[in-house]
């Protein structure tokens, strides 16, 4: 039984050795994401606010940064400064060794614990949490040690650069070696107050071909040209939705209507008598005339002429419809009347020297000079027919003064409709069926 016990217990020795063996040793603590950059200045805690430092040599330092993770429930031995070194990693080189110049952590940008803080017993930094890393010694004649407490710390170490060394470098840290590559990158800078600046990285502006110019030009000038006519079209819809209906064109896209050869005749027919059915209303309207009340004359004289009248008072009653239209302001409606007087197969001359008279202004004030010259050639023909006649042959100045301001207010109307109508016609054309 003894034997068997005995057996059972070397058993179970080899068998625990043999797993013992087997298993792989887990380090209590790792250095990750290493990188190395030349910086010009570093930034060390002279005990009461950072400063920045700079490097008697020219060639500033080197900066490297690492998270160092400690594993959970492990510890990490105090560190001797004097061996954290920084060598190349090519041993034919000959570089020089860097001894450690500062330590410290990295939050935003790296800041170092003081290089000597024996003179107030160590030195301490706490980077979020309960983590921190700190400087001591055990005499004055000890050497420096760092000491870290947390689970992890982005550590900053500081090594006085020299004009020899490799871009591949090796960092001897904790007893342990780590391959570390060399950028050409500065660190990102700061200003002295120990905030981050930014880079002013040089910025060059892609150069463009000949063809993607000229597109762009071409975009740039058919916006310009919407925003321009769009901005045009606006303002003329405003003014025009601002004038006075009076003054508006009724003829479509016609505009005012011009002077042709049926218009110029020179001779006229005897008035006669009125023994037309209208008789009654032309004769009310010829009262309301008197009375200055032209909208309800030229209501009747329409009326009159809808009834019925005879071809000489027909002319003449149009004739009164142009002056009534005259007195409203209604410069198309006043053209449209007198023409349609001097259309008239038995016009007189008692009808077409008024229609003539205002004719020759309207026209002259519109800048339709053709017409203007034809209606004042005809008037002065009139005029040497009647001056044997008790006839007005000439408009009151005050008359003629409101009749061009009305004609000039009836133009800058054509002006600012002139898109609208064009529009219209365009309009026109395309609803067409095929």
Avoid at 102 to 115: K, Q
Avoid at 289 to 296: A, D, H, L, W
């Amino acid at each position: 039984m003894a034997s068997r016990a005995s057996v059972l217990v070397g058993f179970t020795i080899a068998l625990w050795a043999q797993l013992s063996a087997g298993q792989t040793t887990v380090d209590p603590w790792s250095l990750e994401g290493l990188q190395v950059q030349s910086v010009p200045a570093i930034w060390i805690d002279n005990g009461s606010e950072f400063v920045r430092e700079s490097s008697s040599a020219s060639d500033g330092y080197l900066q490297l940064r690492g998270r160092l993770q400690v594993r959970a429930g492990a510890l990490l031995d105090p560190i001797a400064i004097a061996e954290i070194r920084l060598r190349t990693a090519d041993s034919a080189a000959k570089a020089k060794v860097l001894s450690a110049f500062a330590v410290g952590a990295s939050i935003v940008m790296c800041r170092y614990l003081p290089r000597d803080p024996q003179g107030w017993g160590g030195a301490r930094m706490v980077v979020g949490g309960e983590r921190s890393i700190a400087l001591s010694r055990a005499s004055v004649a000890a050497p420096l040690k760092l000491s870290v407490e947390g689970a992890s710390v982005n550590l900053c170490i500081a090594f006085a650069r020299s004009a020899k060394v490799g871009e591949v470098l090796l960092l001897e840290f904790g007893g342990r070696s780590f391959t570390v590559q060399l950028t050409d990158t500065p660190n990102t800078p700061v200003t002295a107050e120990g905030n981050i600046a930014t880079p002013s990285a040089p910025f060059t502006w892609p150069i463009p071909s000949r063809r993607t110019v000229w597109i762009a030009a071409a975009s740039l000038l058919a916006l310009g040209l919407g925003v321009f006519a769009s901005w045009r079209w606006r303002v003329r819809r405003q003014r025009l939705a601002a004038i006075d209906p009076r003054f508006l064109p009724r003829n479509g896209v016609s505009g005012p209507r011009r002077v042709s050869a049926e218009h110029c005749r020179t001779s006229f027919v005897p008035v006669g008598a009125n023994t037309g059915p209208g008789k009654a209303d032309f004769a009310a309207a010829l009262r309301e005339i008197q009375g200055e009340r032209f909208s309800e004359a030229d209501a009747l004289l329409a009326q009159a002429i809808s009834k019925g009248l005879p071809a000489t008072f027909e002319c003449g009653a149009w004739s009164l419809r142009g002056q009534a239209a005259i007195a409203l302001g209604d410069i198309d409606a006043a053209i449209d009347c007198f023409l349609k007087t001097l259309e008239g197969p038995a016009v007189t001359t008692q009808a077409a020297l008024p229609a003539v008279m205002h004719l020759a202004v309207i026209y002259r004030a519109l800048g339709m000079r053709s017409d203007a010259k034809r209606m004042e050639a005809l008037a002065k023909t009139l005029a040497e027919a009647l001056k044997g006649l008790d006839l007005e042959l000439v408009l009151a100045p005050e008359m003629v003064k409101r009749i061009r301001n009305d004609a000039r207010a009836y133009r800058q109307t054509l002006r600012l409709s002139a898109w609208s109508r064009l529009g219209m016609l365009l309009t026109g054309e395309f609803k067409r069926s095929p």
